[in-house]
């Protein structure tokens, strides 16, 4: 069974940032094979970015380009979202996703497994 199990969110003040990690396990899973993508819901689940296959192609959604990374190791079967000068409208519960066609996208519907979600509350 795939599983996906982001961490690292938490509480931090405007200007902050934070570090989600995503990692994957569950048999022969290998997030390799996938693109991978974070997203957030307050409350609507909304685009914050994904990585090809190879990280080759990186895609943003505009409210955090310049602010945000992402960034995979498929050694270790993780992927990362760097958050820099975060704002309070980035508070939310952040997911990542895997999409089984290896090419980065903004929607929702392209991906099919769903981690838990991580906790990312940022202060004024």
């Known amino acids: 069974q795939v599983q996906l199990v982001e961490s690292g969110g938490g509480l931090v003040q405007t200007g902050g940032s934070l570090r989600l990690s995503c990692a994957a396990s569950?048999?022969?899973?290998?997030?390799?094979?996938?693109?991978m993508g974070w997203f957030r819901q307050a409350p609507e689940r909304e685009f914050v970015a994904s990585i090809s296959?190879?990280?080759?192609?990186?895609y943003y959604a505009d409210s955090v380009k310049g602010r945000f990374t992402i960034s995979r190791d498929n050694a270790k079967n993780t992927v990362y979202l760097q958050m820099n000068s975060l704002k309070p409208e980035d508070t939310a519960v952040y997911y990542c996703?895997?999409?089984?066609?290896?090419?980065?996208?903004?929607?929702?519907?392209?991906?099919?497994?769903w981690g838990q979600g991580t906790q990312v509350t940022v202060s004024s």
């Open positions: 296959r190879r990280g080759g192609s990186t």
């Open positions: 996703a895997a999409d089984r066609s290896g090419a980065a996208s903004g929607r929702l519907q392209s991906y099919d497994y």
């Open positions: 569950g048999g022969t899973f290998s997030i390799s094979s996938y693109a």
